[in-house]
């Protein structure tokens, strides 16, 4: 019986201290497992810092190659690498005085930081890389005839908001917005566009009380039906509709120029063209509609101008051919197909005049 008592008393001592033991050995081992996953995810961390950089690398080398840069991705927060993982990069661009940026579709030149944070789990990881640009066009402000130093007018198309813009059209000259702006595939944009700009010189429209036409002398009223322009400038306290099928012709007005400027609204209904030679500026208190198949004669397409400026939206419907600029304080909508062309000679020839209502420094008007 002491022997079995012995045995017991043996076998307890010996299962205390094994539990003493594995006490002592599981904080380590709990430890251990930690280190080797936090490991793992600050490794997984670093590789996705490093594929943001990469993504970034890849995008300031597009204009080289001739394609466009589409900078949307860094404004949608944490990208993830693989769905549903929660391993994600989030990529910020800087310039040389550290403040971040978007970066135009082509860079300027000069040196950018572009930093990376690759997150799995709660664990980050930060890479840099600079990058140097040289020969970058971007964003440029010139001085305009009429219309003073206004960035605006030095682009193919600017929208104080958003910009889309559908498939298959060819755009030669530069975009910009102060919004996201969407380029649908297969359409060409030789200057490349950038959002989010951030311009302020926008095209003003002075609040002054009621719609004085005595303001607007040099002109005359306007009509829907109204299609050959022999004066310079033309005017209308409420909106405008030009009906389908017609021509705008301004080449009998002074050297081939005319302004149209109206209270309202505009509308260019469908198959509407414009004459060979005529150079037309249509100006909107509110919203500019252009409608299908616009300006479509082949041998007009090159000889011909229009310019449209808004202080609401620009919306422009599908197959439309257009020499000139777009201007909106608000958004703008260009449908598939459009072919446009910005010349630089033929927005400074035009002159902003009595009535016009913009300036690079505006005076109070009776326009509202």
């Known amino acids: 019986m002491n022997q079995k008592g012995s045995t017991a008393v043996l ?13 002592g050995i599981l904080p380590m081992v709990t430890n251990e497992i930690n280190m080797t996953k936090l490991n793992s995810d600050a490794i997984e961390a670093q590789f996705a810092a490093e594929a943001g950089l990469r993504r970034a690398i890849v995008d300031f080398l597009k204009p080289a190659s001739g394609e466009i840069i589409d900078w ?21 661009i800087y310039d040389e005085n550290n403040n971040p ?25 930060t890479s840099t890389v600079t990058v140097t640009v040289t020969g970058g066009s971007g964003p440029i402000v010139g001085e305009l005839n009429g ?16 910009m889309t813009v559908g498939q298959n059209g060819s755009i030669t000259g530069t975009l910009t917005s102060n919004g996201p702006t969407v380029v ?8 490349g566009y950038t959002q989010n700009a951030g311009i302020t010189d926008l ?12 303001n607007y002398t040099s002109g005359a009223a306007i009509s829907n039906n109204t299609t050959t322009f ?23 007005a002074s050297n081939g120029m005319t302004i149209i400027y109206a209270k309202g609204n505009v509308n260019i209904n469908q198959n509407t063209n414009l004459a060979d030679g005529s150079k037309i500026m249509i100006i909107a208190g509110g919203v500019i509609t252009v409608d299908q198949n616009f300006n479509t004669k082949v041998e007009n397409i090159n000889n ?19 020499n000139g600029a777009v201007v909106a304080n608000g958004s703008i909508s260009i449908a598939q197909n459009m072919e446009m062309h910005y010349d630089p000679a033929i927005i400074s020839s035009f002159s902003a005049g009595s009535g016009v209502g913009y300036s690079a420094n505006p005076t109070p008007t009776t326009w509202n």
């Open 304 to 322: 011909s101008t229009l310019i449209l400026v808004a202080q609401g939206t620009i919306s422009v419907s599908q197959n439309a051919h257009i």
């Open 101 to 125: 940026i978007r970066p135009a579709s082509t860079p300027i030149s000069g040196k950018y930081k572009v930093e990376s944070v690759g997150n799995i789990n709660g664990v980050a990881r």
């Open 230 to 252: 022999n004066q310079s400038l033309y005017y209308t306290s409420g909106s405008v509709s030009f009906y389908q099928n017609v021509t705008l012709d301004s080449s009998a």
């Open 11 to 23: 076998a307890i001592g010996v299962m205390m201290l094994l539990g003493i033991i594995i006490a």
């Open 72 to 92: 949307s991705w860094l404004d949608e927060g944490p990208q993830e690498l693989t769905h549903p993982s929660s391993k994600t990069y989030t990529v910020t």
């Open 203 to 214: 095209p003003n429209f002075n609040a002054g009380g009621a719609f004085n036409s005595s």
């Open 147 to 162: 219309f003073g130093a206004t960035a605006p007018f030095t682009k193919t198309v600017f929208a104080g908001g958003a």
């Open 184 to 191: 649908s595939q297969h359409t060409t944009i030789s200057g």
